[in-house]
């Protein structure tokens, strides 16, 4: 009976302390609850002497060290400081302001280890406005309608002189530009959802659609233009009249743009016919997108002020101007040829190029203040423009390559029905729904007057490899019919172009290994940026310090068991708020796998410190678990927001098994390398304590996820939005749509003939006309039936057929 009472008396004790830890009890509130019950144990007599004494000898020193704060602060942090500024990572000016750029928004709940995740579901549904759908309706399907591919990229090399004309008078250029300045005065879901329309069409027209109103002069005047600059440029921009392009990329300036060599020198000089304080300017820059045809330059260099001219500083910093291509100097039009898709992309140059300080965006009040403005409004470009570019391919290939498979046949039998191609099709189907939840939950934020800075990392890199994966698998499925070039391959500038779209805006290898984790770790950890900024104080404030470490290490605790605490159960009796039972299962995996994803950052850079800036790899695994929570998030996001609809779930449990199991991967490998080989392991057995949790979704899964797309349905309307469909009857989209839109009633026709086949009816050497022929004479099809499937079975053959040349190649035979 007594070792009964033992038993339970350090069950009790242990799980008053886990209880606490698990919670984050305040101090004063675990010191009373487990003191007082020690107390009673002690006096009740229920502990032998020796276990009693262990646990006071835990207790009391834990419970000075959590109370007595002066004491603590006199002798431990005021000592450790030292050591703790060895162990903080240095941050550059440039990293520095790249850190205060943007806000974080629900990827901090995901960071912290316990997403509140009805605050995501309260945040309203993105809409469109009446205007904005008009626009969609209207302008912008006429757009589509005036666009050939084919001939822009193969032919002319660019946008026909009448498809220029209409982007600028229906002001497609000023998408973003407030209507008090001319502009259309567009949400972001608006913009992204244009340019993700546009570009179903011809991403060459996308592109240069969106970069007006992306990351450039249009997006820098609205933020810290001077009122002269705003009233002058932005209505002349919402119009066309001038076609902006903005110069951030040399020669020997990529990725690391902060290094950019390109100069300005503050000096006397002539301008006008008169003598003023201006800016002589030096640059060579490339990859410039409207460069060859922009009639307004945003330029981003580093200025110095020699002659102590401004100020007192010789080194300003990087400073952003805009500039008129016609100012003598300017040198643009020549051009560079990306992957030979037609949007205009060009270098320019200038050497001694004199302009005078009010050319600065924002004015001399803005300058030394480019690298942040530019950080600042980078999260356009990310968050908008190329997961709107990376959404369309998904659309695309949804759409036409799922209708493609439905119709091709191969052993009397359509492709669609080989598990080969169900792989390929169920990738394209579960991706493109994460594309698509993530494309508006993202602009969505922008709508909300977020600058979500990590957010936008993560949909860039991960929605445009995503995009490389979908595209890649339609080729397979396709195979010859889209390796053949022409007007009727649909697919081929998608294919060809994807590494633009991995390459700008930060390079995808860079975003995920530096970016993601990297800021992603600082800006969204509830206590790091406070640390930092503490300890590298040259005077720090000793009680400050000691709060947020205090805190730190509560945190720390609390997830440390969370995750004990979630694996030894399988984060069963997680607490979830959806009610679909399938669903629910994943929800509360996520918030098992948010608590692992904190615990694993804390101990990484307890452990490792400022050396983990340098072990990108490991970086880059803790970042891909965060981005797979965010986007697993923004898959519940748009099942919520379409209030939960039966025929989504089984994308919602493919697009979550996935995501658990590239996290679950991520883990694997980051345990695999991580230094310290014991902490590694411990890791692994706290987290994953019976072995691996997650794998990728069953084949059965796959096969229930292609259905929707292999026939017409409202879920894959619903998908696909806004992709284009031509009205034109010599098109390949019409023509597959048309036949798709048919297959369902005709399917039981081609099992007649195929049966009668086998039966020996209809000889198996006739053509396919031939044996219509047969079995409308042998009463097997009725004379309306046999047209059906004649005229279907044309349909069909057009569908598959690939374009024919003369043999110099420049005319199109069929």
């Known amino acids: 009976m007594m070792d009964l009472i033992h038993v339970i008396s350090v069950a009790v004790i242990i799980g008053l302390v886990f209880v606490s830890a698990f919670f984050r009890l305040r101090p004063i509130f675990w010191t009373i609850l487990i003191g007082v019950t020690l107390v009673f144990i002690s006096a009740s007599n229920y502990l032998s002497l020796f276990p009693l004494f262990i646990c006071w000898l835990i207790y009391l020193p834990a419970a000075a060290f959590a109370n007595l704060s002066q004491l603590r602060q006199r002798r431990i942090i005021a000592p450790a400081l030292a050591t703790l500024r060895k162990q903080m990572p240095t941050i550059s000016t440039t990293e520095r302001e790249a850190l205060e750029a943007g806000n974080t928004w629900w990827e901090k709940e995901l960071f912290c280890g316990r ?56 002001k497609f250029f000023g998408m973003v530009i407030p209507k008090e300045y001319g502009g259309l005065g567009f949400s972001a879901l ?76 503050i000096c006397k000089g002539q301008f006008e016919g008169r003598e003023i304080t201006g800016i002589r300017l030096n640059w060579d820059k490339r990859y410039i997108t409207l460069a060859p045809v922009a009639t307004v330059l945003g330029l981003a260099v580093r200025l110095y002020d020699p002659e102590h001219l401004l100020g007192n500083s010789d080194d300003i910093g990087i400073t952003l101007c805009l500039i008129p291509t016609s100012h003598p100097g300017v040198e643009i039009g020549t051009r560079h040829y990306p992957l030979q898709q037609a949007f205009m992309n060009g270098p320019t140059t200038g050497k001694d190029v004199f302009i005078p300080l009010d050319w600065i965006i924002g004015g001399t009040a803005m300058a030394g203040q480019g690298w942040r403005m530019l950080m600042e409004c980078l999260s356009i470009g990310r968050s908008i423009s190329l997961p709107a570019l990376a959404t369309a391919c998904g659309k695309a290939t949804y759409r036409f390559t799922g209708a493609y498979a439905r119709l091709r046949r191969q052993f009397n039998t359509s492709i669609a029905s080989f598990e080969g191609i169900e792989e390929a099709l169920g990738n394209i189907a579960g991706y493109t729904y994460q594309l698509e939840a993530a494309r508006i939950m993202t602009a969505g934020a922008v709508d909300l007057k977020v600058k979500p800075s990590i957010a936008s990392a993560i949909a860039k890199y991960h929605m445009t490899e995503l995009s490389r994966t979908v595209v890649a698998h339609a080729m397979d499925i396709h195979a010859g019919h889209m390796i053949q070039s022409g007007p009727r391959n649909f697919l081929a500038n998608m294919h060809v172009s994807i590494p633009i779209s991995i390459t700008v805006e930060g390079a995808n290898i860079l ?20 640390e930092v900024a503490l300890i590298t104080d040259p005077n720090p404030n000793i009680k400050a310090l000691d709060k947020v470490l205090m805190s730190h290490v509560g945190f720390f605790v609390s997830n440390l068991l969370r995750s004990f605490a979630y694996g030894l159960t399988g984060g069963r009796f997680i607490f979830s708020s959806v009610k679909n039972r399938a669903v629910r299962k994943y929800q509360k995996q996520l918030t098992r796998m948010s608590a692992a994803l904190a615990l694993l950052a804390d101990t990484s850079l307890i452990l490792l410190g400022g050396s983990l800036k340098r072990r990108e790899r490991i970086s880059a695994r803790l970042g891909d678990i965060m981005s797979q929570l965010y986007l697993s998030s923004a898959v519940l996001k748009y099942y919520y927001d379409h209030n939960k609809p039966e025929s989504d779930v089984n994308y919602v449990c493919w697009s979550l098994q996935q995501s658990l199991y590239k996290i679950q991967v991520a883990c694997d490998e980051l345990f695999h390398n991580f230094p310290n080989r014991w902490v590694a392991h411990l890791l692994h057995w706290i987290i994953f304590p019976w072995g691996v949790s997650y794998r990728a979704p069953k084949d059965t899964l796959h096969k229930k996820i292609i259905e929707p797309m292999l026939q017409p349905t409202e879920l894959r309307d619903r998908i696909t939005q806004y992709c284009f469909i031509s009205n034109d009857e010599t098109e390949f989209t019409y023509r597959v749509e048309n036949a798709l839109f048919q297959i369902n009633a005709i399917d039981p026709l081609m099992k007649t003939i195929h049966k009668a086949i086998q039966n020996g009816a209809i000889a198996s050497y006739k053509t396919h006309e031939e044996r219509i022929n047969t079995a409308e004479m042998a009463g097997l099809l009725s004379t309306d039936e046999a047209q059906k499937l004649s005229a279907f079975e044309s349909l069909r053959q057009e569908v598959i057929k690939v374009n024919e040349f003369s043999f110099d190649l420049e005319q199109v035979i069929a």
């Not at 759908?133 to 591919?149: I, S, Y």
């Not at 600059?229 to 990529?254: H, M, S, V, W």
């Open 511 to 530: 975003t995920r290994n530096l970016i993601i984790f990297g800021q992603g770790a600082i800006r969204c950890h509830p206590y790091l940026l406070k």
């Open 190 to 265: 608006a913009h992204s959802t244009v340019v993700m329309k546009i570009a179903t069409r011809s991403l060459s027209t996308a592109v240069n659609t969106m970069v007006p109103n992306s990351l450039g002069p249009g997006e820098l005047l609205l933020h810290y233009g001077t009122d002269q600059q705003k009233n002058y440029y932005l209505p002349r921009l919402a119009t066309g009249t001038e076609i902006p392009c903005f110069a951030l990329t040399a020669p020997d300036a990529g990725s690391d743009a902060g290094a950019i060599p390109d100069t300005g020198i």
């Open 115 to 170: 997403p509140r995740w009805k605050n995501l579901f309260k945040i309203p549904k993105p809409t469109l406005t009446t205007e904005e759908q008009l626009f969609l309706d209207n302008q912008v399907e006429t757009l589509c309608r005036l666009l050939n591919d084919w001939e822009i990229v193969f032919k002319e090399k660019n946008l026909p002189e009448n498809v220029w004309r209409y982007l600028k008078s229906e």
